[in-house]
Each structure stands twice: as structure tokens, then as C-alpha cells.
């Protein structure tokens, strides 16, 4: 079992940064793939980074290519989503989750947090 909370959302100018983490309890932790995936006003889940549960291969959407950075620390049990040049259309829910499997669809990841709320202002 793996628990998940999300923080550092917030409300953020275009071009500004936020740095989310996602706090973990749970030793299948270390032992998994964690993912970020956000949820704009009105549209379904969609896919933003993962990272292998070494932290040795991320892969990320091409809308956040360049502009975020994933990362993870096992010893802390924590993931961090470094998002820099923020836009207004990276507006979102923003949910980690974890998972056996290095993956882009929600439907891979076993455990999920509770979201944390990003908004850029135009």
C-alpha cells in the first residue's frame, strides 16, 4: 500500500515556476515508477512526466518538454514536478501517482494523491 499527498500547487503568473512534491508512505515506493498527471477545467486526465523507480529515466509529455522537471528521492520518499515558463493552459489538477509499471496511461498507476490545485494567470 502506498499513500500519496500532493502539495505546493497555487496561483502563479505566465512565465513563473512552482515546485510541487508528493510525499509517500509506503515501501512499495521505492519499488515503483511514479508518474504526475493533471486535470485541466473540463477535460479528461492527462499524462505530464514519469520516472523510473530508480530516478535514472524520466519521460515526459511534449506540452511540458523543457519547461518541467520530475525527480524523486527514495531516501525521503518524495517526487518533486519542477515547472518553470509556466502557461496559462498548464492550468490543472495536478495528482501523483504510483505504479509497477513505467507508464503513460492513468490506468497503470495503483496509487493516486488527493491533487493539488495550479493556476497560471495570463
Known amino acids: 500500500q502506498v499513500h500519496l499527498v500532493e502539495s505546493g500547487g497555487g496561483l502563479v503568473q505566465a512565465g513563473g515556476s512552482l515546485r510541487l512534491s508528493c510525499a509517500a508512505s509506503?515501501?512499495?515506493?521505492?519499488?515503483?515508477?511514479t508518474g504526475w498527471f493533471r486535470q485541466p477545467p473540463g477535460k479528461e486526465r492527462e499524462f505530464v512526466a514519469t520516472?523510473?523507480?530508480?530516478?535514472?529515466?524520466?519521460y515526459y509529455a511534449d506540452s511540458v518538454k523543457g519547461r518541467f522537471t520530475i525527480s524523486r528521492d527514495n531516501a525521503k520518499h518524495t517526487m518533486w514536478l519542477q515547472m518553470n515558463n509556466l502557461k496559462p493552459e498548464d492550468t490543472a489538477l495536478y495528482y501523483c501517482?504510483?505504479?509497477?509499471?513505467?507508464?503513460?496511461?492513468?490506468?497503470?498507476?495503483?496509487?493516486w494523491g488527493q491533487g493539488t490545485q495550479v493556476t497560471v494567470s495570463s
Open positions: 501517482a504510483s505504479g509497477p509499471a513505467f507508464a503513460l496511461r492513468p490506468n497503470k498507476y495503483e496509487y
Open positions: 509506503g515501501r512499495a515506493f521505492n519499488n515503483n515508477a
Open positions: 520516472i523510473t523507480w530508480s530516478g535514472d529515466g524520466t
